[in-house]
Structure formats: C-alpha cells, structure tokens
C-alpha cells in the first residue's frame, strides 16, 4: 500500500521564519512525514505578490528551504522544493482560475486584510489570485491532507470547492485535501501585542521571535513579552493573552501539557517563567539555527538537493497537468 500524500508549504518572505511558522506548521511537517509522502515546497511565486528585491528574494529562498532541513524535514524522504522549479503550478492555476468565482476569490479574508492595508492601487491581481495558485500546489499533488496554521483555512476551503468542481465538470480528476490544524497551537501571536498573530510581516521586531536569531536576542525577547498586572501563571485567554500565548510556546516546545506548567510556575513570578521559557526557546532553536547555516555555508550543495526534489515534485506534478489538459479539452500537441 502506497502512503496517502501530504503537501504543505511557506513564502520566502523573509530572511528567516518565525516561531508561529515553527510551532504551527513545521513541528507537524516533522511528525508526520514517516507517514505520508510528503511535498514541502517554498513559495516563491507566492512571495511575488510582495514587493522584494530579486536578489535577496534568492536568498530568502535558500533560507527558507535550509531551515525546513534544519528543522528535520528530511530531504531523501520528503519532497522539498522550490515552487517555481516545477512550472505546473502557474501553469494549472490558470486552469483552476477559469473556475473560480470573481466574488468567491474576494470573500478570501486574507485578501481583504491584505488590499485594505496595501490600498487599491498598491493590490495586484496576483495578490487576488493568490488563493487559486495555492489550489494549485495542492491539487497537482492529489495530497490527501494539508498541515496548515489556522490562518490557511479558508484557502484549504477554496482548494476543496475548487476540486469537487472540477470533478463534477470534468469527471474525477483531484483527490480532494484535507486541512490539519493542530487546535491548541493554530495560532501563535505576537509577544508584544498578544491579540495579533505573530507575522513575518509585523510591523515591529519585538514581539516576533525569529528561529535565525542570534540565542541572547530570542532570549531577551520572551523576558520583553508584554503581560499584565495579576502575577500569576495561569491560562486564560480572554483575560491574559499574553501569559497565555507564552504557555502554549511553553508547551509545545517541550511537548508538556499547560496545567504541569503553571504548576511548576505557581506562587513564582512572571521573571521566573520568563526565564524558564527563555531557556527552552533557546535550547530548542539554537541547534536549528546552527544546523541551517551550515546547510547556508554550502549553498551549491543545498541548490543541488532542491534541484533533485524539483525533479521528483515534477514527475507527479506534470502527470496531473496532462491529465487536467486533456480534461478540459486543450489539444494535445502531436
Ligand atoms: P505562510 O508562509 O504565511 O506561513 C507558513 C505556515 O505557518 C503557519 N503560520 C502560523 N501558525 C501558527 N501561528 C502563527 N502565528 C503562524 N503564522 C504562520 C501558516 O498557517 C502556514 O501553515 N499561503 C501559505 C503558503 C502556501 C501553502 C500552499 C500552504 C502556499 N501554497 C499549499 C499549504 C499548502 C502562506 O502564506 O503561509
């Protein structure tokens, strides 16, 4: 029996991922690619929709993939390439595109966050389009299920209408995916201001916790964290986000469960937990961070094992295409 397929993936959108990327996607790539075959793809075409320099967007790629490796996504067993390396994906997403719905694609929250906080002017149609070329990456790999943060839901929605459309215009066609969002660690948020999920993007650095930063600047991050004025470590989300989001990093970086934490905490004070949780994040990244600029120091030799994995994603990536062409009517070239 072959395993079911997997497929997730992340933007290169900056010169290092976060700890919500970490906690929310990463630790669950890891776990389950023993079971399924697995595809992670960086997402450069993604990444387009902001603005970058071409330069440092190369970069950003390279580090985004080195940090998959350095995080325990293994390349000989996991499919770890770069999305625009398999030319599928830009090529079906016009397909998929041609079945999506003006309205539906702009029911897309994160679309709407995205062009209110750009302006019209500054919105590309790519940025509105973006949900259908991550139908496509999804699709073309007919993966069963798709480990997702919470903030990838209603793309994975997107993805499923648009297969069970197809299938039913065109006959089956795509397996139709499954999200995996991990409840109690679907959104990490910011330490500065623990209502707003943590974001390559924040508009501050202090309240993002970077897996390539240097262990002192991490640490004196989590002893920065905003909380408030109780003094007890105690979980409660409405009334103390902060202390909250600090015990779901706490304990998911050690694989505890949040009441032996703030057992372990109780009667002791904010400094004290801080500190503990500074401890963990530190010991848990600095081997990461390590092992990620090693893969960095070789970027020939990194370049290679993406351009091997291209070469896998793509075999199953154009089979699909060539279905779906067919499918659809286009005229086999003789
Ligand atoms: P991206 O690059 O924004 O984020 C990558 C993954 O990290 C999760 N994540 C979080 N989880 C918990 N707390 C947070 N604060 C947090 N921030 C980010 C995201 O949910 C995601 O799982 N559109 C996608 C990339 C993509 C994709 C795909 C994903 C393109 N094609 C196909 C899956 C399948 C994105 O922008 O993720």
Redesign the pocket.
Known sequence: MSKPRL???????ADS??????????MQWRDLQEAYDAFF?V?DL??LTQPNDPAELREKTRRTAAQYIAAGIEPSKSTLYV?SHVPAHAELSWILSTITGFGEAGRMT?FKDKSQRYGADATSVGLFT??V???A??LLYQ?DI????????Q??EL?RDLAERFNSRYGTTFTVPMPV?QQD??????LQNPTA????SAESDAGVLWLLDDPAVSAKKVMRAVTDSEGSVRYDREEKPGVSNLLVIYAALTGRQIPSIEDEYAGRGYGDFKKGLAEVVVAEFGPVRERALALLSDPAELDRVLAANAARAEAVATRTLADVYDRVGLLRRA
């Open positions: 497929y997730s993936g992340m933007q290169p959108s991922l976060q700890i919500g990327n970490y906690i929310g996607a990463l793809s997402v993604h990444a999305q994160q973006y949900p070329l991550m139908a990456d999804i993966a798709v480990p997702v943060g919470d903030d990838q839901k793309h994975v993805t969002i660690t679907a959104r990490i948020y910011d999920k943590m974001s390559k």
